[in-house]
C-alpha cells in the first residue's frame, strides 16, 4: 500500500506542477465566460439594417395594413444608432394584366442585386375560409433571417382573421377579448410545516429543472475527460522512453497502475472542488442559494471516483497493450462511444427522468454515473433502492475494470513491438 501511495503522489504532483493542468483548472470558467461574453456582444450588436420589401396583394385588402402596421413598427423601434431594431419599408406592386412568374423573376433580380431584401405574394384565396388554404409565398436570398417573416406572419395572420370575422358580422375586438390565452404557471406540491400551517407551493425554478442537473452532469463529463484520456499517453510514453522498466524494478504492475489511477482520481477531485466552489459562489452571490445541496455534491464526488477509475482502467490498459499512439487511435473508438453514451441519453432524461428508458440507461455501468447524477439532481428523486443499486454496479464494474486492466497492464507493460488486439487483450484477462 505504501507504494501505491508513492506512486499516487508521484503521479498527483507531476499532473498539478504542470501548465496542462492550469490550462484544465481554467477551461471550464473561460468557456463560460467566453459564452457569456459572446451573448452580451451579441445582443448589443443591434440589426438596424432598412428590409425593404416588396408586397403583391392579390386580395387587395391587406397591404394599407401591412404599410400601417410597418410604420408602427419603425416609430417603436425608432431610427439610426439609438434604433432598437430593424426597420421595414414594404412597397406595393401591381401585376396590371402582366405575368406573375415574370414579376417574380424581375423581384428576384432585385433582390439579387441587393436593392430589396424580399418579396411577398398574397394570394387571392387567403381570406376565404371555404377555399383551399394557400400559403402566403415570402421569397427572399437570405433564408436563414427570421425577423421579417415572422413579423410578416404575425401581422398578416391577425388581419386576415379579422377579416372573416368581419365577412360574418362579428366584431374582431370582441373575439380578441374573448379568446385571449390563459398562462400557466408551474408550481411545486403544497406541503406541511412542523406548526401545522399549509406551506405553500413555491414556483418552478428553471436552473434547479435544467440548469443543474446537466451542469453537474456536463461538469462531470469534462472532469472525466480532462484526467482519464491522459493516462493513456503517459503510459505509452513510458513504454517508448523505457521508463516503465525501470519503474516496474521497484514496484509491481499493479502497484504501479493502481497508484497512477488513484493520483489521477485525487486530481479530477481537487478540479471538481474548484468548480464546485465557482459554482457555489456563483449561486450565493445571485440569491439561489436554496439550490445548493451538500448531499448532491456528495454523490457527484463519489460517481466522479467511480467515473475516473472505471474510464482509466480502460485507457490505462489500452495504453499498456498498445505501441504506440497509432495502435491506441483503433482501440480509443469503443472507449469513447462509452463515455458520448451519457450524452445521447441526457436530452431524454431531462425529459422524463422516471421513464423506463432513463431508469434502464441509469444501471448502464458506464453510464451510470453521469446519467444517476442528473435524476439526483431533478425532481422527484429516484427512489434510494435505484440509487443504491446504481452505486452497486458502479462499483462491481469499476472493481471489474480495475481487476482486468491490471492483468493487461502486467502483460502490455512492457511489451514492445507490435501492439496488442482485442483478442490478445481478452485472453490475458482470461489467463
Not at 195 to 223: C, E, H, R, W
Not at 241 to 264: D, W, Y
Amino acid at each position: 500500500m505504501s507504494r501505491i501511495i508513492v506512486v499516487a503522489t508521484s503521479e498527483f504532483l507531476a499532473l498539478v506542477k504542470t501548465k496542462f493542468f492550469i490550462i484544465g483548472l481554467l477551461m471550464m470558467p473561460v468557456m463560460v465566460g467566453v459564452s457569456i461574453g459572446i451573448q452580451v456582444l451579441a445582443a448589443t450588436r443591434v440589426d438596424r439594417e432598412d428590409r425593404k420589401f416588396v408586397v403583391i396583394d392579390r386580395t387587395g385588402t391587406f397591404y394599407q395594413g401591412i404599410a400601417a402596421a410597418a410604420k408602427e413598427h419603425n416609430d417603436k423601434v425608432g431610427s439610426g444608432t439609438t434604433a432598437t431594431g430593424p426597420t421595414f419599408s414594404p412597397k406595393q406592386i401591381d401585376l396590371g394584366g402582366g405575368s406573375i412568374d415574370d414579376v417574380k423573376l424581375s423581384l428576384s433580380n432585385q433582390v439579387k442585386a441587393k436593392d430589396l431584401f424580399a418579396f411577398v405574394v398574397i394570394p387571392a384565396s387567403v381570406a376565404d375560409a371555404d377555399a383551399k388554404a394557400e400559403p402566403i409565398e415570402y421569397y427572399t436570398e437570405t433564408p436563414s433571417y427570421q425577423e421579417l417573416p415572422d413579423w410578416l406572419e404575425t401581422n398578416l395572420g391577425t388581419q386576415v382573421t379579422e377579416y372573416r370575422f368581419t365577412q360574418v358580422s362579428i366584431d374582431p375586438k370582441l373575439v380578441s377579448k374573448l379568446t385571449r390565452p390563459v398562462r400557466l404557471s408551474t408550481l411545486g406540491l403544497v406541503d406541511r410545516n412542523v406548526d401545522g400551517s399549509v406551506k405553500q407551493a413555491k414556483k418552478v425554478n428553471q436552473i434547479a429543472t435544467f440548469v443543474v442537473p446537466f451542469g453537474l452532469m456536463y461538469l462531470l463529463f469534462i472532469v472525466v475527460m480532462s484526467s482519464a484520456p491522459q493516462m493513456l499517453n503517459a503510459i505509452i510514453e513510458e513504454k517508448m522512453s523505457r521508463i516503465s522498466e525501470v519503474l516496474i524494478a521497484s514496484v509491481t504492475p499493479f502497484q504501479l497502475m493502481m497508484g497512477k489511477l488513484a493520483g489521477t482520481g485525487v486530481v479530477s477531485v481537487v478540479l471538481a472542488l474548484c468548480y464546485l466552489g465557482g459554482g457555489t459562489y456563483a449561486l450565493f452571490s445571485t440569491g439561489q442559494w436554496d439550490l445548493i445541496n451538500p448531499a448532491l455534491f456528495a454523490w457527484f464526488i463519489l460517481f466522479l471516483l467511480c467515473a475516473v477509475l472505471m474510464f482509466g482502467s480502460i485507457f490505462l490498459a489500452i495504453g499498456a497493450a498498445s505501441s504506440d499512439i497509432k495502435d491506441a487511435q483503433g482501440m480509443m473508438q469503443p472507449a469513447m462511444i462509452l463515455v458520448m453514451l451519457p450524452i445521447f441519453f441526457a436530452p431524454v432524461i431531462l425529459r422524463a427522468p422516471d421513464s423506463g428508458i432513463a431508469i434502464g440507461a441509469s444501471f448502464f455501468p458506464t453510464a451510470a454515473p453521469f446519467l444517476m447524477l442528473i435524476r439526483l439532481a431533478m425532481t422527484p428523486a429516484p427512489p434510494l433502492w435505484q440509487v443504491l443499486l446504481s452505486v452497486i454496479i458502479m462499483l462491481t464494474t469499476t472493481c471489474a475494470l480495475v481487476w482486468a486492466a491490471g492483468k493487461i497492464f502486467r502483460v502490455g507493460l512492457l511489451m514492445q513491438g507490435k501492439g496488442a488486439t482485442l483478442a490478445e487483450m481478452i485472453r490475458w484477462v482470461r489467463a
